[in-house]
């Protein structure tokens, strides 16, 4: 098969959407005492909450991040066609910002 293209200066492909919302989906959210105890707040961090009623997936864990990491950037979708027309232009904004403006090592 041919080589995939490559990414654009961005560094986000199409379908990278839908990988982050899969790994979203696929992941566990650390209990509260493993929250608790990350002491660096400086690094950026982006949360991205969905504000539709679902009881696995409650905006009270945005609240929460929000309380705990005060430097998080918070965007709250309200619907499926925000979180697909907005959503890719948030994330791709915060990861270039982010890359260009993060002071720690990682």
Do not use: Y
Not at 67 to 79: D, T, W, Y
């Amino acid at each position: 098969p041919p080589p995939p293209p490559p990414p654009p200066e961005n560094g986000v492909l199409a379908n990278d959407f839908h990988r982050v919302m899969t790994g979203a989906l696929e992941s566990d959210f650390p209990s509260l005492k493993a929250l608790e105890s990350i002491k660096v707040r400086n690094i950026p961090m982006l949360v991205c909450g969905w504000d539709c009623n679902d009881r696995t997936h409650p905006m009270t864990t945005v609240a929460l991040l929000e309380k705990l990491f005060p430097q998080a950037q918070v965007r709250i979708a309200r619907s499926l066609d925000q979180v697909r027309k907005e959503w890719p232009v948030e994330i791709t904004h915060f990861v270039a910002n982010a890359t260009q403006n993060c002071s720690c090592n990682v």
